[in-house]
């Protein structure tokens, strides 16, 4: 089965072509959760974009420049061959795409509010935070890179746990 890695990004906007990625999280399964603030110019940024994520509260350069070469090689890593998952896996893909000058993730991605919606039964895909209330997860996202990993972990878990429930013994090795 393929590794799958929970991601979630921070940018100063919504537009890869205008904007850049300011914070980044992952986790590996059920591993711990590791984020970090990345180097970035705030040319083009969209304010709306930076209230919502708090970045004025968040942002620390001298952190930023002192951990994200490292950082970034371990994604790279975590990245190789796996599964991306996230609430909007092709938005955070496509600033990942940018940053890392590549695509180092299988092709297929994850996106958890449309996985859980037959869990939560929903006629098209939840929010986030309101896919974490449907499956009744105590995690809730805040626009932190971290905590959303966290919240598309718990959702993504939490909609399996529903799904098994659904499946005999015998064909659980469909999954």
């Known amino acids: 089965m393929r590794r799958i890695v929970y991601i979630d990004i921070e940018s100063t906007g919504l537009d890869v072509d205008l904007h850049q990625v300011w ?11 590791r984020s970090c603030l990345i180097p970035h110019t705030l040319e083009n940024a969209d304010p709306k974009a930076l209230v919502i994520g708090r970045y004025s509260e968040r942002w620390n350069y001298k952190t930023a420049q002192a951990f994200s070469a490292g950082f970034l090689s371990d994604l790279v890593d975590a990245l190789d061959g796996s599964t991306l998952a996230g609430a909007n896996p092709r938005f955070d893909a496509a600033f990942l795409k940018k940053l890392l000058g590549r695509e180092v993730w299988h092709y297929r991605l994850l996106d958890v509010p449309t996985y859980a919606m037959a869990a939560i039964n929903a006629d098209t895909p939840l929010g986030l935070l309101q896919t974490c209330e449907s499956l009744g997860t105590n995690a809730r996202p805040d626009h932190s890179a971290a905590a ?3 919240a598309t972990r718990a959702a993504h878990l939490a909609a399996q746990d529903v799904y098994d429930g659904w499946r005999p013994a015998s064909e659980k090795w469909l999954t």
Request: charged share 35%.
């Open 148 to 150: 959303d990993v966290e």
């Open 23 to 33: 914070e980044i999280a992952y986790a590996v399964g059920d591993g711990e959760v």
